[in-house]
Every structure is written in structure tokens, then in C-alpha cells.
């Protein structure tokens, strides 16, 4: 590989030095034919020279070579000790330091460091065709701007013509602006007005106006204090809340040249288009996060229906990307605010908070009360600086959300928009969970409502049932059980499934079991009552609500129990004898509700001391594994070996069993009921 061009050159400790170092390269590349690599060259030579004038304070040695393929420059000082190890994380883009090889690692194609005896350096080598290159427009080729012909290419200093100058002092190629930040930018502005203007140095300073104060974001050179003679210094015209100025240093024991001022509005005025653009882009991005962040949340707070997990949820919503602690306040039915839920971005941090808001502090008990007065966001003055918005759904208000500012800065308007937005949305999902559980309160009561509170505990015969409803949500099953007591002695008993879910299922289980009490009441014989039952569900206004029944009578004669049962489209009952037999008995019927007329037939059995009977629903013969059904063979297996045991460790066992057939919910309702004869168990 050939050697184009070769070039060293020591320079001073001196603020002109990158300067010269940036001639020397420009004369390289253009003589070699590589004024392609121009702006990343010129970028990173001034980089790695400024930080050898700044932090090493020694002479500088330059050396740059091009070969067929691109070109290599090598920055060496002369101070002993180690080189900075390149950092794992960018640097604060506001510091003056630890850029140089972060942007060497960006843009150059390859590069390394090397020491000896008397120094160390930094090399960079960009090669054409590779990512990091960026090309000069057709026709342009050789401008620092895209302006001028390659053979026209000098130092700007020397340059002649005064357009060339101005047009490189303010222009930046799209392709170098897009990969450097805004600090990197100005600075490389501030760096091209002192080289024009020969100051020896200069600083830029921001103020965003959100209470932080000026804030350097570009530096180049001596900068002494502003109020030094001979400064010049001029604002950077930007749209409220931002200021700023570009301030000039000249040499010592100098004064500023008359054109220093209209050169240095020239470029604070494209500094601060450069900001402008930056912030309304900055704004953009925040935009779209905000988006993004309120789809997430509401994802979040929609897929709670439960207030307790809502209230823990909102806190870690809002914290830390709002603010740095927050607690939500919840009005009681007396309109009192209570802390409900919060957290702190530094857990160690939220008992110190905790106390500070549960204290007797009298402005912030009043700043939640205007809160909730005014229905409007409140601010917090310190020590509990943030903002206290209120939690407003369906025109009432809940409580109060109180979030206190980020760690570094105030809450910018736009913070507050998002916040009121998320305070909105958590409102409605907290009424949305309430009026949830309301109703889940008021199914589970209607649900005990149609079951009994307790069986009868007769002497010689006892009851033991099992319910598990398949929702355990709003809906209400439509699966039943009940023991009467029509006379001493006698008992109706009953297990029946509704047909649906809901309301409307539950009334029509209300008047079955109504109606089967009144009539059994009457001494009327089974056949007679399921034969009026399901006419007066056919005269209900609900047309096809029907129900499956088995209904028996059940006394006790001598040491046995004699039962008359009576199947209405339901599941024959399981005998299960003392001697560890199991049989299935019964005579399939009509369901009630469904024809006008009835067939039901009359089973007439005895259980011998020890012998159990067992009605359950279909929830549980039709629960399935897969395409595996429970069935009436799964009963029987279930309940074998518990023959001659209590009909409470019956039922309980027959409802474990079905519930571990399968690992997913049940879709049905469970209704198990057992009869057992105790008479002989005490010996």
C-alpha cells in the first residue's frame, strides 16, 4: 500500500493549535484526493488536539498520513502517566471533558492509542466506503459546508473571500449534524467562530428555564471571566422559556476587533436555530414516549379490577419517571382523605416521606382540600415540592394524587399534562374496580341467598354438601341444593341446574326452590310437585329457562332410611353402601320448564346404616382434561374407598378430586350434596 502523503508537525501548548492542526490535515486530504473525509476529520482532529492543549498542557506532535486507502492522523503529548481507559457510558453531554474518544470511536473506521518513553497518543485511520465516512454533494466535493470546489479548499482564517468564510462559520452537513449531539454541535460552531475571528477562546451558555440556572454547553479555548475587558458578548435569540449567550474572549492585553460582534450574532443566531430545532425535536420524542407511556398505563390500569391492586398500582405507574415519590389519598364515605397507597423511588427514602405527609401539617391538609374543592391540580411547595391532583371519574371526586417533582428538576408543563391524564385514567379504574366489587358483593350475597345457610342436623341422618360456583366474579350460578324438613322426620331433599348464568338464572333457581318448598309443604307426592313446578315455569316471562332436577323424600323406618326420589332430567344419584359398593340409581325424566306435559317416575331405595346417598350436578361429571371427561366411572372411583365414612368427608373428598381432574378453572358450577344413615356409627 502506497504512501500519498506525509506529514508531522509539532505544535504549542496553545489555543491555536487544533487550529493549525486542522490546516494541516484540510492540506493532506485535499492534496491526497480525500476531501470525502473532510468533516470527520476536521471533527476529530480538533477533538483529540483540544484535549492535548487542555489536560496535558504539552507540546503537540501531528502526524498524518494518507495511503491508497484513506488516511491515518496521530495526535501525540508529551505528559507522562496513563491514558483515560474509554468510558462504558457517554459522558454528561454539559461536561468539558471525555468526548475526544467517544466521537474517535464513533466516526473513525479503526483507531488505537500508542506510548513511549517521552509521551502518548491517539491515532484515528477513516478509510472511504466504510459507515462512518459521509460524502460532500455531487459537484461539491472539498468544502467543509458542501460550498466551495475542492481546489478551493484553504484554511478558513487565510480564506479571501468573505462568503466562504461566513458560509463555513454557520453550515454543518446534515450527515456530521446527525450523528453528534447539540453540545458536540455548538461546540464545533464555537470552534469555527474563534478560528475566524482569531479569539482565544470562548464559551456558550443555556438557561432552558427550569430553575437549574445557566448551564455550559460549548467551550473552545481561555475562558476568563465575562466581565474580563474587551469581551464580546451576544444573546442567543430563542422563543421563551430559553436564553442564552455566546460570549468572545479575546488575547490577553487586547481588544476585540470591530467585526468580532456581527460575526459572533451571525453564529449565536445559527446556535440558536441549531437549540430551537433541537428542543422542538426533543419535545417530539417526548411526545410519542408520552404516548406510548399513557398505552401502557391504561393497559395496566384496564386489567385491574381490583381496588387494592389498582390503588398499589397507580404509585408505581407515576414512579420514577413523573416523580420521585407518590402517595394517593382516598375519600371515605364521610369525604375524609386517607393515604392509601405509595411509594418513593428510593424505597430506604419512602418512611421519611410517609412521615412528612402523615404529620400534622396544616398546608398540606389544605392544599388536598382545595385540591378536592377546586377539582384542579394544586401545587406542593416544599419540603413536599410536586403537585397534588385530584381523582375525578363519573363526576365525583375519589381522592387525591399527590406525586412530588423529579430529583433533578421541576415538573415541566408538559409532565403536569401527562400526569393529569394518568390521574384520570387511575380515577376510572379505581370507580371502575369499586363498582366491580360492589357487584361481586352483591352476587356472592344473592348467591347464598339460593343456598341454604345450614342443613338440618337430624339425629341418625346426616347432611353434608359442597358448592363451588364457576365464576367467581358478577355472575351468578344457576346450580342449587336444599333440605326441608317438611314434617318431623321427613325430609325434601333437592339438587337441581338451572339453564345459564347471570340474573336471570338466579330467579329462576329462586322460584324452583320456592315453589319446591311450598309444595312439599302441602304434602303433595313428588310427581305432583315437579308436575306444578314446571307449569309455573312455563308461565314465567322468560321463555326457554328450564331446569334439571332430582327430588326425594326421604325418612327414617326402623335403622334404615327409605327413600323416594324422582329424577327431572338430571344425573342419577350414587348409592354408596357400607360394604364398599357403589351404584347408580334413578329413572331418567323430563326436565321442568321445557314441555307441557311431565314424565318423571318414582325410585323408591332404602340405605342401610352406613350406606351413604350422593346428588350432584353436571359441573362435575362433565369437567374435563383435555378431551378426557370426569364421568360418572370417575364418581364412582372417587367415592369408593371412602364407603361407610361421614357424608361430609364424602362430599369434600368428591369436590377435591373433581377439581384436581384438571388444572384449569371449572366452567360450570359444582353442587354436591350427601345423605348418610349414622344409625350403628357410634358402635
Known amino acids: 500500500m502506497s504512501v500519498k502523503a506525509l506529514r508531522r508537525l509539532r505544535l504549542p501548548a496553545d489555543h491555536q493549535s487544533p487550529a493549525a492542526a486542522r490546516a494541516l490535515v484540510r492540506e493532506v486530504l485535499v492534496e491526497s484526493g480525500f476531501t470525502d473525509l473532510l468533516d470527520e476529520a476536521m471533527l476529530l ?107 478551493s479548499v484553504v484554511e478558513p482564517i487565510a480564506a479571501e473571500d468573505a462568503a466562504e468564510r461566513i458560509a463555513w462559520l454557520v453550515t454543518v452537513p446534515d450527515e456530521l449534524r446527525n450523528r453528534i449531539t447539540l453540545p458536540q454541535l455548538v461546540s464545533e460552531l464555537l470552534l469555527r467562530l474563534c478560528e475566524v475571528t482569531g479569539a482565544a477562546g470562548g464559551a456558550v451558555w443555556l438557561d432552558e428555564g427550569d430553575g437549574s440556572g445557566d448551564q455550559q454547553i460549548g467551550r473552545y479555548g481561555q475562558v476568563p471571566d465575562e466581565e474580563a475587558e474587551g469581551v464580546v458578548m451576544v444573546p442567543l435569540t430563542m422563543a421563551r422559556p430559553l436564553s442564552g449567550r455566546l460570549v468572545l474572549f479575546p488575547e490577553a492585553n487586547t481588544r476585540a476587533e470591530r467585526s468580532w460582534s456581527a460575526l459572533a450574532t451571525l453564529s449565536a443566531d445559527r446556535m440558536a436555530l441549531t437549540i430551537e430545532a433541537d428542543r422542538l425535536r426533543a419535545a417530539d420524542v417526548r411526545r410519542r414516549s408520552w404516548l406510548t407511556f399513557l398505552a401502557e398505563a391504561s393497559e395496566l390500569l384496564a386489567q385491574s379490577l381490583n381496588v387494592d391492586l389498582t390503588l398499589a398500582l397507580v404509585p408505581q405507574i407515576m414512579v420514577p419517571r413523573l416523580g420521585e415519590w407518590c402517595t394517593l ?82 415538573h415541566a408543563p408538559d409532565d403536569v399534562t401527562v400526569i393529569e391524564d394518568i390521574a384520570r385514567r387511575a380515577a376510572l379504574a379505581l370507580d371502575n374496580a369499586r363498582i366491580h366489587a360492589e357487584r361481586q358483593r352483591i352476587a356472592q350475597a344473592f348467591q347464598q341467598a339460593l343456598l341454604p345457610a345450614a342443613l338440618p342436623t337430624p339425629p341418625g341422618i346426616e347432611f353434608a354438601a359442597e358448592y363451588v360456583p364457576a365464576s367467581t366474579g358478577t355472575d351468578v350460578g344457576g346450580d342449587f341444593y336444599d333440605v326441608l324438613e317438611v314434617e318431623p322426620g321427613r325430609f325434601l331433599v333437592s339438587a337441581g341446574d338451572v339453564c345459564g348464568k347471570g340474573p336471570q338464572a338466579a330467579a329462576v333457581t329462586g322460584v324452583v326452590r320456592d315453589v319446591l318448598r311450598a309444595l312439599a309443604r302441602q304434602g303433595l307426592s313428588l310427581p305432583r310437585i315437579i308436575e306444578l313446578l314446571n307449569r309455573t315455569l312455563l308461565e314465567q316471562p322468560d321463555e326457554g329457562r328450564y331446569a334439571t332436577l332430582i327430588t326425594a323424600m326421604v325418612e327414617r323406618r326402623g335403622a334404615e332410611l327409605h327413600v323416594e326420589m324422582c329424577l327431572s332430567g338430571h344425573e342419577r344419584a350414587l348409592h354408596l353402601k357400607k360394604v364398599g359398593e357403589c351404584e347408580f340409581v334413578g329413572v331418567e325424566g323430563t326436565a321442568v320448564g321445557l314441555l307441557e306435559q311431565v ?23 362433565e369437567r374435563r382434561n383435555g378431551n378426557t371427561m370426569f364421568g360418572l366411572r370417575g364418581v364412582c372411583r372417587a367415592v369408593t374407598p371412602l364407603a361407610g365414612h361421614p357424608a361430609s368427608v364424602v362430599t369434600s373428598r368428591l369436590k377435591a378430586i373433581t377439581m384436581n381432574f384438571s388444572p384449569d378453572a371449572p366452567k360450570d358450577d359444582i353442587a354436591i350434596l350427601g345423605i348418610h344413615n349414622t344409625a350403628g356409627d357410634e358402635d
Not at 506510548?115 to 466535493?141: C, I, N
Not at 331405595?605 to 362435575?620: I, K, N, Q, R
Open 45 to 151: 482532529t480538533t477533538e483529540l488536539s483540544t484535549n492535548g492543549v487542555v489536560h496535558a498542557g504539552t507540546d503537540l506532535d501531528v502526524e498524518v498520513t494518507a495511503d491508497d486507502d484513506g488516511v491515518t492522523v496521530t495526535v501525540t503529548d508529551f505528559r507522562g502517566g496513563p491514558l483515560e481507559p474509554l468510558a462504558t457510558e457517554p459522558p454528561d453531554e454539559m461536561a468539558e471533558h471525555g468526548r475526544g474518544l467517544l466521537l474517535v470511536d464513533r466516526f473513525a473506521s479503526a483507531w488505537g492509542t500508542t506510548h513511549d518513553a517521552t509521551g502518548k497518543g491517539v491515532w484515528f485511520r477513516l478509510e472511504r466506503g466504510t459507515r462512518h465516512a459521509s460524502r460532500a454533494p455531487v459537484g461539491l466535493e472539498g468544502s467543509v459546508a458542501g460550498v466551495a470546489p475542492a481546489t
Open 599 to 621: 314424565k318423571v317416575t318414582v325410585t323408591e331405595l332404602s340405605l342401610a346404616p352406613g350406606d351413604s346417598l350422593l346428588f350432584y350436578t353436571d359441573g362435575v361429571t
Open 329 to 410: 389519598w382516598v375519600a371515605d364515605e364521610w369525604g375524609e382523605l386517607k393515604p392509601a397507597a405509595g411509594t418513593h423511588r428510593e424505597e430506604s427514602q419512602w418512611p421519611v416521606v410517609k412521615r412528612l405527609l402523615s404529620g400534622p401539617d396544616s398546608e398540606l391538609t389544605d392544599r388536598l382540600h382545595e385540591t378536592v374543592a377546586l377539582g384542579l391540580t394544586v401545587p406542593l411547595t416544599r419540603p413536599l415540592e410536586g403537585v397534588a391532583v385530584p381523582l375525578s371519574a363519573r363526576g365525583k371526586v375519589l381522592g387525591v394524587l399527590t406525586l412530588g417533582r423529579p430529583v433533578d428538576r421541576l
